[in-house]
Structures are given as structure tokens and as C-alpha cells.
């Protein structure tokens, strides 16, 4: 799937319990995901949102997405199982 700015979208998956993430991308080009619940320094917090100019895998949710930014300030979203 690919985001443009502006876009966004949902992806439950993950570790027990599942979370909820949804990955969007900012005006400036950043791509954002927020969800939870998500386990950060041994405590659970039930939403959190990190933007940042990408990511390879997201350990944050304990979650397979993968993205990748295109020439054109796109993000490639790709999940495994």
C-alpha cells in the first residue's frame, strides 16, 4: 500500500494483546503510526504516537510493517504474518 501526505491507514496485528495501529502521513512528509496498547520500558501504555522519517520494522507495537519512502515523499507500507 502506498501513503501519500495526508493519507493514512489501519493494521491490528502484533503480540498479545493485539494492537491497533494506525500509520499516517504527515503534511511535511514524516510518517506517523499511533495505537496500543504497547509495552514501553516494562509498562503498558494504552496509546502512543511517534512520527519519524521511517522505520524498517515496528518494534514499537511488536508489529510486521515495514515502510519505505518513494522519490515523491510516498511511504510503501508492507506487513507480514
Same mark, same amino acid.
Do not use: K
Given at each position: ?11 491490528? !496485528?502484533? +503480540?498479545? /494483546? /493485539? &494492537?491497533? $495501529?494506525?500509520?499516517? $502521513? *504527515?503534511? *511535511?512528509? &514524516?510518517?506517523c503510526r499511533e495505537g496500543g496498547p504497547a509495552r =514501553? %520500558? !516494562? &509498562? #503498558?501504555?494504552?496509546?502512543? =504516537?511517534?512520527? #519519524?522519517?521511517?522505520? *524498517? =520494522? +515496528? +518494534?514499537? %507495537?511488536? #508489529?510486521?510493517? =515495514? $515502510?519505505?519512502?518513494? /522519490? *515523491?515523499?510516498?511511504?510503501? $507500507? #508492507?506487513?507480514? /504474518?
Amino acid at each position: 500500500m502506498t501513503l501519500q501526505p495526508g493519507e493514512a491507514c489501519r493494521y491490528t !496485528g502484533g +503480540d498479545s /494483546p /493485539p &494492537a491497533t $495501529v494506525v500509520l499516517s $502521513v *504527515d503534511r *511535511d512528509g &514524516a510518517i506517523c503510526r499511533e495505537g496500543g496498547p504497547a509495552r =514501553r %520500558f !516494562g &509498562a #503498558t501504555i494504552e496509546h502512543i =504516537r511517534l512520527c #519519524t522519517n521511517g522505520f *524498517d =520494522r +515496528d +518494534d514499537t %507495537f511488536n #508489529t510486521n510493517i =515495514r $515502510v519505505r519512502q518513494n /522519490p *515523491d515523499s510516498s511511504w510503501e $507500507v #508492507t506487513s507480514s /504474518p
